[in-house]
């Protein structure tokens, strides 16, 4: 089993460019999220998605598009990059039911480096 | 991550114990985490507590977790230069869904 899996690893855009981050899990969990780490600022989550078919606003998702395309994949898209968006970009899957009370473990990939010039 | 405070770096020798602290706001968090990244890498669960419990040992790692105070700490004993990492505490509020809210990390280093 693979776990989590993210490509590119490394990507170096211009200004105004576009480009979808992919992400894909096969350990059948339902959610799924996208955080940025950023030096001194620890992660923090763009987008996330409960479930298949959901997607949802995290902490900083201004200049970011997600989709949920199934249960395996969720795609991160820079639209039009800017230098604040250089950053390195994590995709996780969650096992636990995601309820409050309940052990929550997130399993994350590798990341992509990301770089806008 | 502005919820949860950690010190951004830690430097160790080989052989000592290493004690990493935080301090969380959340006090509906049943569950506290401590996550670990190698350099280049994605992070990884290390270990995690129960909140009605006060500390949790794992071989080498003790998790002490003060919930007056809202503060979680981690031992890392006999501490080895494969332990040079960032490493992450983190909560999960009762209404995030299993969302995560990370502490900006505390960089370790292991001097031999």
């Known amino acids: 089993n693979a776990g989590v899996t993210q490509t590119p690893k490394f990507q170096v855009l211009k200004t105004g460019q576009s480009m979808t981050l992919q992400c894909a899990q096969d350990?059948?969990?339902?959610?799924m999220y996208w955080y940025r780490q950023d030096p001194g600022m620890g992660l923090r989550l763009i987008y996330y998605s409960a479930s298949e078919g959901t997607t949802d606003k995290g902490e900083v998702p201004n200049g970011y598009n997600v989709s949920r395309l199934n249960k395996r994949e969720f795609s991160l898209r820079l639209e039009s990059a800017a230098p604040s968006q250089t950053s390195v970009y994590f995709c996780?899957?969650?096992?636990?039911?995601?309820?409050?009370?309940?052990?929550?473990?997130?399993?994350f990939g590798p990341g992509t480096r990301l770089t806008v010039l | 991550g502005e919820d949860v405070e950690q010190s951004l770096f830690l430097s160790v020798r080989e052989g000592d114990s290493s004690v990493i602290n935080c301090t969380y706001t959340d006090s509906s968090s049943t569950y506290l985490y401590w996550y670990k990244q190698e350099p280049g890498a994605g992070l990884q669960l290390l270990t995690y507590i129960f909140s009605n419990m006060d500390m949790k040992q794992d071989q080498r790692l003790t998790v002490l977790l003060n919930k007056k105070d809202k503060h979680l700490s981690l031992r890392i004993a006999d501490t080895q230069t494969g332990d040079s990492a960032i490493y992450f505490c983190?909560?999960?509020?009762?209404?995030?869904?299993?969302?995560?809210?990370f502490g900006a990390g505390t960089q370790v280093v292991v001097t031999p």
């Open positions: 983190a909560e999960s509020p009762f209404d995030s869904w299993g969302k995560l809210q």
């Open positions: 350990m059948n969990h339902n959610s």
């Open positions: 996780a899957c969650l096992r636990g039911l995601g309820l409050g009370n309940s052990y929550n473990e997130q399993f």
